[in-house]
């Protein structure tokens, strides 16, 4: 705006007049309010900071809380997956470890200890559908069924008949699973088998198999016939006479 006593230009707050001296009235109302403003906002950022002041406390425990909840998070992922990382790093070492492992499992195999090369394979984590183990998927998967007979038919007979059991049924009924599984496969994949480079100690793993059945369930050759013709409740009951004289 322009002075009205000699035409220079003032400001919008100028209270006189630079050039010559003459005090403004004009430009009152632009003066007042700019002092509201002022004092609106000293009030406002002094509310501010007393909001800030009484909210720092709370302000703190929040973050705090955010920092600790994603502290929880991180520990529950890592122990919810602890296995699997521990798994995933077993799988590489058993690439790396490739030609050391292949010995250990012909020694295994050659042992005939199967049982011995199926837990080797697990507490290794090797992957046998995949390079450099691909070549041993199905002597893998027989070895495990192998491994689950053994085990359960072990359990159903070490107490003998005398003993006090925590469950019988339970015992009959993994057994005969395990019998019926390991012979399932056996028979199902028979022509796999046949073509496979292991095919001589999957053979082996079955004529174990039928040693075991023949001393520990008392079923020779014929036996073993008539028992898988049978129906699945004939076959626990046969199992329950000779394990627990039932």
């Not at 122990?79 to 799988?91: H, I, P, V």
Request: one cysteine or more; aromatic letters at 14%; proline letters at 2%.
């Amino acid at each position: 705006m322009k002075c009205s006593s000699c035409g220079a230009e003032i400001g919008l707050t100028d209270k006189v007049c630079a050039h010559c001296g003459r005090v403004i009235t004009e430009n009152a109302g632009y003066r007042a309010d700019l002092n509201f403003y002022k004092k609106d906002s000293a009030r406002t950022k002094k509310k501010v900071r007393q909001i800030l002041s009484e909210n720092i406390p709370m302000v703190i425990s929040s973050f705090v809380m955010i920092v600790l909840l994603i502290a929880v998070i991180a520990v529950l992922y890592v122990k919810g997956n602890a296995y699997s990382f521990r798994e995933d790093a077993a799988r590489r070492d058993s690439v790396k470890n490739y030609e050391t492992y292949s010995v250990i499992i012909k020694d295994y195999l050659d042992a005939g200890d199967y049982t011995g090369f199926a837990a080797f394979e697990e507490n290794h984590s090797i992957a046998e559908w995949e390079e450099p183990y691909a070549d041993l998927w199905l002597l893998c998967d027989m070895a495990k069924e192998y491994a689950y007979l053994v085990s359960a038919v072990e359990s159903a007979t070490m107490f003998g008949p005398d003993a006090r059991w925590y469950n019988p049924e339970s015992y009959v009924r993994d057994c005969r699973s395990a019998i019926w599984d390991f012979n399932f496969e056996f028979e199902r994949r028979l022509s796999d088998i046949d073509a496979d480079p292991y095919r001589d100690y999957i053979y082996d793993m079955k004529a174990k198999a039928d040693i075991i059945m023949e001393v520990y369930l008392g079923l020779d050759e014929q036996g073993r016939e008539q028992y898988f013709a049978s129906s699945d409740i004939q076959q626990e009951a046969y199992l329950e006479e000779v394990l627990i004289h039932e």
